[in-house]
Each structure stands twice: as C-alpha cells, then as structure tokens.
C-alpha cells in the first residue's frame, strides 16, 4: 500500500510536496536449502512473498553464541534472495571452537532474519548446519536394476 503524506506545521499549510510512504508485507516462507555444510560457502535462496529488490540487503543468522551479517543479492528471475552461508566458526569471530559446543549448536537451528533498511529485521525461517559423514560405501548389485531403461 503507497500513501503520500504532506506535512504542516499549523495545520493549514502544507508543503506542497507530498513525500511517498509505503507498507510492505514481507512473509519469509522458505530457505532452499534448509541444511549446510559447517565450513559454509554455500548458497541459499531465501523465497517468501512480498521481497522485493533495496539498495540495502542484508541476513543476520544468530545462535545463542553469536551473530553475524551477510549481504545478500536480489535474483530477479527467482524473485528470491541469494547468499552464502558463513561458516559456523564465522559466528565466534573465526576462532576454534570446542567440539561439544560445535556439536550443541549443530543441533539447535540457527535464527535466520533479514532487513531492507538496517533498522526493522523480519524473521524468517531457521536454517541447520548439518557435516554429512559418510560411514560406509558398498557395492549394489542391482542398482536402478528395476526402474532402469533397457538398452
């Protein structure tokens, strides 16, 4: 919704020069992907209804250790906000962190908000760092053997 507002300081003379005020309704809906590897660099799409495109972009992720910013960039096809995760020692100011604490925060996710103004932060989804382990590889005699096209 646009409104223009005029300012008078006796209540009968006005300006003459109305300003542009606007309310936005930003809903953040999704981050695509929710999971991400502990040492970042990766990206994620942050989609939801009413984002638009501001000189001023930016997500803060937050965790009971810390909290960092990041700028994000505006994809136009998408209409959607791209950025790349920091890495989780990123929230402790880039120091090691101890493995139980790096293994408490892994499990909790991490608050995800965002601003267009740097003054009014709106809460999205939550996103998890998650390290994938690979704990076995084994050999499958019949992989896709069922749904495979015959050649």
Known sequence: MQYNVDIALNGQQFTGRP???RYYDIRLEAIEPPYAQSEGGASINLTGKGI????IK???FTCKKGSREVTADWDRKAKCLKCIIPPLSWLWGGDEIPEEELEEIKANPIDVEITFNN???IKGPSFQYHD???ARIAFAHQYMGETAEPE
Do not use: G, I, N, T
């Open 19 to 21: 300003l542009v005020f």
């Open 52 to 55: 638009y495109d501001s000189a």
């Open 58 to 60: 930016r997500l803060k």
């Open 119 to 121: 003054q009014e932060w």
């Open 132 to 134: 994938h382990k690979v």
